[in-house]
């Protein structure tokens, strides 16, 4: 048994010096319905909440109150140990009964698991969360890492069936490892989230209450997002000198980005790259009035770093750079 936990050990601490986790969906449950839901506690708030994964991988929000019943499981002549909530830790497999409260969270009546694994998930814990803290040289490898030390400690405390059960977590472990190497090597890989376009008024580089709302929009969407940054180019139509509507682009760029940071607080390091192309690279015919509207205009693009973002939706953006003027 020591040598099993011994294994799981060691590939819970390699996998946690270099892996990124991925935040999981937290579910809203419906007040006032009753659940009972067995699972890992994959993470925690406070000491009076905390998260438990079940065997499908969906996550839910468990809240304790002094009226919860917080037990070890009883042998053969029943009863069991009463727990403190402050006792719970990361990796313990447990049973919740209760029901859903007003903020879509489990309140728990009662709360059931077994003496042994209760040992070993604390056992876990008291050598995993030293190395936590010790992991403090950068903050979003920090976060990262103790998303995937939670998971390994979840997976760790389900091999609890045999040496056969502990080498296959200690290999699942390894894998995880070796996928979270491809995401470090893709944080860097940038892709377009969503693309849109507002317009001005002729000479002019003031926004428009439509092209307000869009950024406002852009801006809500660029705040749900991890590892974001906006891509910012200005353009104009071909009426007066080539120098004078590379300026005007130019203006038209700096007014988004004055709008973005000044009105939603979005940081000067999530602001990229930001262009004036002037009249080139037209979409339309400047022959004609709705050409030239469409000319003068600012594109701005969402990008998010592939490495951070896996669930993503990558959304398709037309290529306008062959257009011609």
Do not use: C
């Amino acid at each position: 048994m020591l040598k099993k936990f011994t294994g799981i050990f060691l590939a819970v601490a390699i996998g946690a010096v270099a892996v990124f986790a991925q935040d999981a969906q937290v579910r809203s449950l419906t007040a006032g319905q009753k659940y009972k839901i067995k699972g890992a506690v994959v993470a925690k708030d406070d000491d009076q909440s905390f998260i438990i994964r079940d065997t499908t991988g969906v996550d839910t929000r468990v809240v304790v109150s002094p009226e919860s019943s917080i037990k070890t499981k009883g042998g053969w002549f029943g009863g069991g140990d009463r727990i403190a909530s402050t006792q719970i830790v990361r990796g313990l497999y447990m049973e919740v009964e209760g029901r859903g409260d007003n903020a879509g969270s489990l309140a728990a009546s009662k709360i059931r698991f077994d003496k042994d694994d209760f040992k070993v998930a604390q056992s876990i814990d008291s050598r995993v969360t030293p190395a936590e803290e010790r992991l403090t040289a950068q903050e979003q490898n920090a976060q990262r890492i103790s998303g995937q030390i939670d998971e390994l400690m979840a997976i760790s405390n389900a091999a609890r069936g045999g040496a056969k059960a502990a080498q296959e977590t200690a290999d699942a472990a390894v894998a995880g490892v070796n996928a979270t190497n491809q995401r470090i090597s893709a944080l860097d890989d940038y892709v377009v989230q969503s693309a849109e376009t507002v317009n001005f008024r002729v000479n002019s580089s003031v926004l428009s209450p439509e092209a307000k709302a869009t950024l406002d929009s852009i801006a809500q969407a660029a705040m749900s997002l991890k590892g974001y940054t906006i891509e910012i180019t200005g353009f104009a139509s071909a009426e007066g000198s080539a120098a004078h509507n590379k300026r005007l682009s130019e203006n038209r760029a700096r007014s988004v980005i004055n709008y973005l940071v000044e009105t939603h607080n979005i940081p000067l390091r999530r602001i990229g790259t930001s262009f004036g192309f002037g009249e080139l690279q037209a979409v339309a015919d400047n022959s004609t009035r709705e050409g030239r509207e469409a000319n003068r205009r600012v594109e701005v693009k969402l990008l998010v770093s592939r490495g951070l973002n896996q669930n993503v939706e990558v959304r398709p953006v037309a290529d306008t750079t062959d257009n011609g003027n």
